[in-house]
């Protein structure tokens, strides 16, 4: 029972973006049947029940997670981005959400949320339009349907909880913040390690860390937004969040324009050819820069992806060299295969980008043959850049970015494949963040069940929050300090100056 373009397990990240109004007969019978046994006071076990972290994942796991550790405030204080939610009150678990932070922002009423739950095993139900007043009316709603899925969407003129009593085209989007999405099925062309489609492991999972440098600092250094979130998807890709007021603000046509410009053409099975232009925009050498080194260390050697690393690999590579230098080629083919030579893939990479610029005259004594003309130096000098690109260059979804309408799944919701949470990574430490060390619904309730089973930590460590007692403690107060607060602060700076800018039109500043 799949309504309004519910998920497709295979293609997680960012199924619903399409204005489908859900079946309404579906919808409101939906309320009432998918309680599953909601978690009302009378029935919640406040304690986590004796636990086995090999289990990765269960509706009963699920249901303890949003009723323990699921960060209600840190989310309702990110969205209704509201200065006065900055300093959470103090609650020892997710059970009472009378706690919650309050806040009179107009943002978060307005603001789509969507779910997908399973009211049966199996029967996968899909809702949009769900809208809520409070930080405690969203914990409500979630602690008793226990979506499998959590979907975030735009920010519109009206709730979307109205939809269906407002007149059909009245409810249109204000804003929303600009979104990429970055899978590693969509590098399954280059993977050499033996992964595809939902698959990965540590060799291919470096990709990800490469597109997000570049993309955050395109981001920051060439339009200038300050506040993005990056986040694990919880199987196999990575999300940004670009929060800043302008951000949001934009307008599809302008989403379309930030993400076109990260777009590079790097060919297809059918048209393996592609060339950048020259000379190399600014952005593209700079991305160069950023994943060359990554590339080196990561996909050349045999513990990569083996591109350098034996006869047949290093043969099919020079075999993509510009026809141009096919005497380049069979110079380092025959050299590379001597019983003499005994580079390293490093060294071959090396060496090969040194031959190629004396080729064509760029280093050295030797002019570039008479014959070639400057499109063929052209691509032969770019050739180096267009192979780095061809495996590590960012690889969008760029569907996802254009829409304000986008829904796009909610960060520190969990994926019912893996188990694990949508948590919070720095980019700054982004080339040692482990996917498979991510913590399980089944891991998070072990650490919670030794932590108070060992009584309060000695060291006066305040424990406001459950998520505190577990490994989720250090990505969840490291988003909170570097990004979180550091994002209401600038709302509550802009929001003094409007305050300013008004007091003085009306004379009374």
Known sequence: NKMGGASNDDNEEHEFGEDQPTNDASSSNHDDA????????????????????????????????????????MLYSWLSYDPATINPKKSN?????????????????????????????????????QSFLSQEELTTAIQKRRPTKIDIGAVFNHPPKDNKSLPSGKLQTQERELV??????????????????????PKCWTFMGMAMEVMDEGLRNDFGFEHVAWFYSGRRGVHCWVCDDGARKLTNEARSAVATYFEVNLGSDKNKNFHLSSPLHPMLTRAYDILEPRFVESVLPEEGHGLLSTRASWTKLLMTLPKQ??????????????????????????????????????????????????????????????????YVYPRLDINVSKMQNHLLKSPFCVHPKTGRVCVPIEVSNCSNFDPFQVPTLGQLMKELDDFEAAGKPDDGTDVAFDWQKTSLKEPFEKFQKSFLVPLLNEERRMQREEREKRAAAMGDF
């Open 180 to 201: 990429f999405d970055i899978d590693l099925t969509d590098y399954d062309a280059v993977r050499n390690c033996g992964c595809t489609g939902a698959k990965i492991c």
């Open 34 to 73: 998918s309680a599953q046994q909601p978690m009302t006071s009378s029935n919640r076990s406040t304690k986590s029940s004796p636990s086995d972290s090999s289990v990765v994942f269960s509706p009963e796991l699920l249901g303890m997670y949003y009723a323990r550790l699921f960060p209600y405030q």
């Open 325 to 390: 230098a096919n005497s380049v080629a069979a110079k380092l083919e025959e050299k590379w295969g001597s019983k003499k030579d005994s580079t390293t893939p490093e060294e071959k990479w090396v060496e090969l980008k040194s031959v190629l610029s004396a080729f064509i005259g760029k280093t050295g004594s030797s002019k570039a043959p008479k014959n070639m003309s400057n499109a063929d130096r052209a691509r032969v000098e770019n050739w180096p850049v267009e192979t780095v690109f061809k």
């Open 93 to 129: 678990s997710n059970t009472s959400t009378k706690n919650g932070t309050s806040s009179n922002s107009t943002t978060f009423p307005r603001r789509e949320f969507s779910m997908t739950i399973e009211p049966t095993p199996g029967n996968e139900v899909y809702i949009r339009y």
